[in-house]
């Protein structure tokens, strides 16, 4: 299919338009009206600021492809905001949420395995062209890729390509139903985070440990609390993007060193900058939350981190394309039938053990979009979560070659018992 050249390309423009969205949207949501505050108590802030970006993607207007925010946004942005996000948290709170948060996760990792080979059969009934393809063009090869991407991330996604050996026409196929899919599902999440009693009350969820953290929080912020100076202000963004350009440093050093004498551990994502690059500013992040450094929380760390995750937001909404479905209905029907089975597995072992649907979105994003897109989920339910998504998403790092694997060897039974 022909590139299609979006009406704005000039990456300055784009990113106006972005923080444009960005202060539309928040200064509409200060707004001290009956029509303001009805609106947004059904439609997140968080949601729109996604959403809206993707509308000019789909439209062309702009291009996320095309476009080299997302790659800065995630690169140098996210690290920053998960160093002011993680500075302030109390650690010992977030080891006191339990092993729900961990049992989501894992739940999200089986549904996820079992979702594609089922997905597959199911459409595979209705169209029996689905299983078709020979050599590398077999669709099964491409869905295993998605099964890396869902689990794990872009390297675990990648690992997958070279080893079913997915042709190169195919995995741009399957990058498509990935993104669409996977997006779709975070604007549903986005949406819920917003008002997660409904399904808490549903659960009969014990949120205790949640509202604990949340309060503790609050209540050291308050303690601390002052207007910045300018002095201030650069102090935490000087923290914030001096830990990330060491974070960089290190990586750049790590991941090349893991790929050429330890190439056997690249199925734990030890030879990929970007996790090296989460890992360390997450750790850093941790380390001085031990230190006179979380009072920075003081004069606003958190809230310059939303501010950097926002932009983040903003930039992955810009990567969906909502027409993308129409060039391939049927691999489409497979990844969103896949998804549902995954979500299904989620929700009844959520109420099985009675765990707050936090759990639920942070777990599963922590699979299906990684350490770019755990964050923000956790994010829109309270800033002083980040960190839950964070952590859970190095999980899905570190299990998603293994869990892809198994999935792909699945798909491949399936499509050659049929």
Same mark, same amino acid.
């Given at each position: ?6 009406? !704005? ?32 108590? %059904? ?29 800065? #946004? ?6 920053? *905001?998960? %160093? ?8 010992? *709170?977030? !080891? ?33 062209? %689905? ?12 869905? #295993?890729?998605? #099964? ?30 990935? %993104? ?46 002052? !207007?910045?100076?300018?002095? @201030? ?25 893991? #790929? ?10 030890? @030879? ?16 001085? *939350? ?30 969906? @394309? ?13 990844? *969103? ?68 694997? !198994? ?12």
């Amino acid at each position: 299919m022909e590139e299609q050249i979006p009406l !704005i390309t000039n990456d300055a423009v784009v990113l106006g338009i972005l923080m444009g969205i960005l202060a539309l949207v928040f200064g509409t949501a200060s707004i001290d009206k009956p029509f303001w505050k009805k609106f947004y108590s %059904v439609v997140p802030t968080v949601l729109l600021c996604y959403f809206l970006p993707s509308i000019l993607n789909s439209f062309g207007v702009i291009s996320g492809e095309q476009s080299s925010l997302y790659k800065v #946004a995630s690169r140098f942005l996210l690290p920053a *905001s998960l %160093v002011l996000f993680t500075l302030s948290i109390d650690f010992k *709170s977030i !080891i006191k949420l339990g092993p729900k948060a961990l049992i989501m996760f894992l739940s999200g990792t089986v549904g996820i395995i079992l979702g594609g080979p089922l997905a597959l059969l199911v459409v595979s009934a209705i169209d029996p062209s %689905v299983m078709g393809g020979a050599g590398p063009d077999e669709v099964w090869r491409g869905l #295993a890729t998605i #099964a890396g991407s869902w689990i794990g991330g872009g390297a675990n996604q990648t690992a997958m390509y070279k080893t079913f050996g997915a042709s190169p026409v195919l995995f741009s196929q399957m990058i498509a139903v990935d %993104v669409l899919i996977a997006n779709l599902w975070l604007a549903v999440l986005l949406f819920w985070a917003g008002k997660p009693d409904r399904i808490d009350k549903l659960f009969k969820a014990d949120t205790s440990a949640i509202t604990a953290l949340e309060a503790k929080v609050a209540a050291y912020r308050g303690s601390i609390m002052k !207007i910045p100076s300018m002095a @201030d202000t650069l102090m935490v963004l000087g923290v914030g993007f001096g830990i990330t350009g060491i974070a960089h440093w290190m990586a750049d050093g790590i991941a090349p060193w893991f #790929a050429e004498n330890h190439p056997d551990l690249e199925k734990y994502s030890l @030879d990929s900058a970007f996790f090296w690059i989460v890992v360390i500013a997450t750790t850093a992040g941790l380390a001085l *939350s031990f230190t006179r450094a979380r009072n920075l929380e003081g004069v606003g760390a958190s809230r310059m981190g939303s501010v950097l995750l926002y932009v983040l937001v903003a930039t992955v909404g810009m990567q969906m @394309d909502l027409f993308a479905i129409m060039e391939n209905p049927l691999l489409f029907l497979v990844g *969103s039938l896949w998804m549902l089975f995954h979500i299904t597995i989620m929700l009844v072992v959520a109420f099985i053990i009675k765990a707050p649907f936090f759990y639920v979105a942070v777990g599963s994003q922590a699979n299906v979009g990684g350490a770019a897109s755990a964050p923000i989920v956790a994010s829109a339910f309270s800033p002083s979560l980040a960190p839950v998504g964070v952590l859970l998403a190095v999980f899905g790092y570190a299990a998603g070659t293994y869990g892809a694997y !198994i999935c792909g060897l699945l798909l491949q039974w399936v499509s050659n018992t049929n």
